[in-house]
């Protein structure tokens, strides 16, 4: 009997080989088209500054926009605010729910002058739980063929039909939405700053379209609120739209508020739904009130960063200006995001050790993460940085380029 076992399991290979054998197939994919990816450990930072792997280099990779992730204020307030402990001890509607959560946002609604906002642990979760809570099979959602991850994924758990369309066009969305047929509904998901191109969507057209249509517009605002807008409030401000406009919009604090986590913020009615039903709020352990009260300290900087942002305004511009000097191909941006293309990602990666051995940080973005034959180099401005700084990246960008190029790291 055990022996007809034994016999019985060894004639389909065993599960931990089969697996194995898949992760090693993947792994060895990724080697073959340079695309393994690493984590590097930073050991110390201070500024733009910080060690990595024993060696000091300039940060232009974070997303710490208006440097406040360092700020002495935010500091404190996570400091005071976790004397009471740390860990909030269960979700938000089983006992979780602080008076440090409900400020923040009250807070971050009354910035962004929407009725209502809803606290989550991140904006990845955030748009999962959205989308989720809003869709469902019959309805579709449209969204730009290079929205983040997360919103692609959070359509596909939603049960709806995912309907993509080429980058910021708004008359190919206009096509998408008029495939919906039925009594399902339509939303429409766009980042409001794309998180790899570091352009601006067209929110005016989308919401024309949306109105139009019956359609519901979200706008996933991570690269845009503190950066964007009057008084930071972000890329919707920006396009001088509204919550009438923009019914929900996601505004993460893990960017350039410089702390952790999101909110999504929008009509009460959407906003109150959403903390009934939204999965990933139900289910989840609410933020530690500590960074509750850190990113209220942070909000309270940032809507009043106009030197902060004037700063970092003038620091695009510097950057776009020298880049084009040196004739290196960045795509149109005025944003602090900027692309610095290498297509290749052999180039890419070529290019982004070279301005590691002359002390610059820089990340080399490749597919998945950005479609093939767009690698680049995602070099990102802060308030932080200064002028010469930039200089030097700019000189440093363009010999890299020259000499990834020399080294013989073609397009494959
Ligand atoms: C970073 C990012 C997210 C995820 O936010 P986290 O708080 O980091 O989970 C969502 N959408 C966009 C566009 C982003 O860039």
Known sequence: ??????????????????????????????????????????????????????????????????????HPQVIAALRDGSVE?????????????????????????????????????????????????????GDTCVQDRLNHASLIDAAKLSGATLRRYPHNDAEAAARQLATHEGDGLALIATDGVFSMDGDVAPLRELAALAHANDALLYVDDAHGVGVLGPDGRGSVAGAGLSTRDVPLQLATLGKALGTYGALVVGDADLVGHLAETARGHVYSTALPPALAAASIAAVRIARAA????AHLAALVAQFRGGASNHGLDVLPSTTPIQAVMAFDDRIALRMAQVLEDAGFWVSAIRPPTVPEGRARLRVTLTAAHTESEVDTLVDAL???????????ARPA
């Not at 363009?398 to 013989?408: C, H, I, M, N, T």
Request: with cysteine.
């Open 1 to 70: 009997m055990r022996r007809r076992w034994a016999a019985a399991r060894g004639a389909a290979a065993r599960p931990e080989v089969r697996w194995s054998r898949r992760i090693a197939d993947a792994r060895a994919a990724r080697d073959a088209a340079a695309r393994r990816r690493v984590r590097r450990t930073v050991t110390w930072r201070e500024g733009m500054r910080c060690e990595v792997d024993g060696r000091e280099l300039l940060n232009f990779c974070s997303n710490d926009y208006l440097g406040l992730s360092q």
């Open 85 to 137: 402990g740390v860990g909030s001890t269960a979700s938000a509607l089983v006992c979780g729910h602080h008076a440090l959560h409900a400020t923040l946002e009250r807070e971050v609604a009354d910035w962004l002058q929407a009725p209502a906002a809803l606290l989550f642990g991140s904006g990845f979760t955030a748009n999962l739980a959205v989308l989720q809570a809003l869709l469902q099979s």
């Open 306 to 309: 106009d030197d902060r942002r």
């Open 398 to 408: 363009a010999r890299a380029r020259d000499a990834a190029v020399a080294s013989g």
